[in-house]
């Protein structure tokens, strides 16, 4: 969100080349800062960012807004299908990524309903991922590149915050079912009900 915000107040003063550059620069701040204070830093944070280098080196060659915005619009589709497939091979990535937002035990990690939880959450993000995909590139072949970010980030947030609040959902009562109480707060905890 915030290269984003970067992006677009210097697009409009500075121009394309100036508007890649600033949001790039964001986002190596965002990692100097948590190296410095000796935070962790995120796998997603450090994958964006790195994405973020190969569209904005591209772009900036090819001085082309619609090469930059076209290759996070394909990573939605790609990341559909590895999500699908994670999951069709019981390997899902939504249970890799959940330590970034949610730090959850070995313990619970280990139990058979939270890794089928995972497996069949995939298939909801696989299908956000898609739907993303898809709306933003109806928006980026049918809007102008100036109000392209902010359509874009309308969408985007709107389909990632549904697909937040079934996941959470439906992990609650998931781990209902399993006889495991969720509490949310600092830190998150879980325990598990005596049968």
């Known amino acids: 969100m915030a290269p984003l915000a970067a992006y677009y107040c210097v697009l409009l003063i500075a121009g394309f080349r100036g508007a890649l ?86 313990e619970l990690l280990a139990r058979p309903s939270v890794h089928r939880f995972f497996i069949r959450v995939s298939f909801l993000w696989a299908i956000t991922m898609f739907l993303n995909g898809a709306v933003v590139l109806t928006l980026l072949l049918t809007v102008s590149t100036r109000s392209f970010p902010l359509e874009r980030t309308g969408a985007t947030l709107s389909l990632t915050a549904a697909a937040i609040f079934l996941s959470i959902t439906w992990f609650v009562r998931s781990m209902r079912r399993d006889g495991v109480s969720v509490h949310f707060g600092e830190p998150l905890t879980v325990s598990v009900r005596s049968t």
């Open 21 to 106: 550059i600033s949001a790039l620069i964001w986002s190596y701040l965002l990692i100097v800062r948590r190296l410095v204070r000796h935070e962790a830093v995120s796998t997603l944070l450090m994958l964006g960012t790195a994405l973020l280098t190969v569209r904005t080196v591209i772009s900036y060659i090819t001085s082309s807004a619609f090469i930059y915005f076209i290759q996070p619009t394909a990573m939605a589709f790609v990341a559909a299908v590895l999500l699908v497939l994670t999951a069709l091979i019981g390997r899902p990535f939504t249970q890799r990524f959940t330590n970034d937002f949610c730090p959850l035990t070995p």
